[in-house]
């Protein structure tokens, strides 16, 4: 069973980077699919930001591209998302998931952390 | 950018009886190379993450009870929910991964009446 676990600081201050990792199980990452993040907050709804490939292409939101980078660990079967440069606007539940193709839906997801910012 | 527009925003649906949600796309999610609409729905339930019911517009996904079917092609796309059960109560929402950057629509809330 892929099971999917996000970890990183639930408050980051203002101006600061967002940084958070997906350790995934049960799967190889490097054995293929995408892997993706998505944030959750009550003003925006669901908001994808970005997928990466096992083998390091990645695909972002126009709207965070300039603030986004996505990496990937397969020693550690892991994936991580950094955001500089946030705001209050920022303040969400980030979700990581798994997708087949990066033109395809998300089939796991992790359950989910929230990250407040705030000074 | 593809604006995906739910409706209802909230439904109450008495046990046993059909719920019907709708999600329009602002532009075509058809791929006509290969006849598929790059549409999914999610149903997400308090302090969970969105689980994958269907895909593709109308194919469910393993595991998924028959009581969830979905329909429609193009712009205009309607899950429904045959037979309500209790545990069916949860926001639904569809998803577009035709174009960057996906989206998803607002949600709908469903109740039991």
């Known amino acids: 069973q892929v099971q999917l676990q996000e970890s990183g600081p639930g408050l980051v201050k203002p101006s600061e980077t967002l940084s958070l990792t997906c350790v995934v199980s049960?799967?190889?990452?490097?054995?293929?699919?995408?892997w993706g993040w998505i944030r959750q907050s009550p003003g925006k709804g669901l908001e994808w930001i970005g997928n990466?490939?096992?083998?390091?292409?990645?695909y972002y939101n126009p709207s965070l591209k300039s603030r986004v980078t996505i990496s990937v660990d397969t020693s550690k079967n892991q994936f991580s998302l950094n955001l500089s440069s946030v705001t209050a606007a920022d303040t969400a539940v980030y979700f990581c998931?798994?997708?087949?193709?990066?033109?395809?839906?998300?089939?796991?997801w992790g359950q989910g952390t929230l990250v407040t910012v705030s000074s | 950018d593809i604006v995906m527009t739910q409706s209802p925003d909230s439904l109450a649906v008495s046990l046993g009886e059909r719920a019907t949600i709708n999600c329009k796309s602002s532009?075509?999610?058809?791929?006509?190379?290969?006849?598929?609409?790059?549409l999914a729905w999610y149903q997400q339930k308090p302090g969970q993450p969105p689980k994958l019911l269907i895909y593709w517009a109308s194919t469910r996904e393993s595991g998924v009870p028959d009581r969830f079917s979905g329909s429609g092609s193009g712009t205009d796309f309607t899950l429904t929910i045959s037979g309500l059960q209790a545990e069916d109560v949860a926001v639904y929402y569809c998803?577009?991964?035709?174009?960057?950057?996906?989206?998803f629509g607002q949600g709908t809330k469903l109740e039991i009446k």
């Open positions: 532009q075509s999610v058809l791929y006509s190379s290969n006849n598929k609409n790059y």
């Open positions: 990466i490939h096992h083998s390091g292409g990645t």
């Open positions: 049960g799967y190889s990452i490097s054995s293929g699919y995408y």
């Open positions: 998931a798994r997708l087949e193709n990066t033109w395809q839906p998300f089939d796991y």
């Open positions: 998803q577009q991964y035709y174009s960057s950057p996906q989206a």
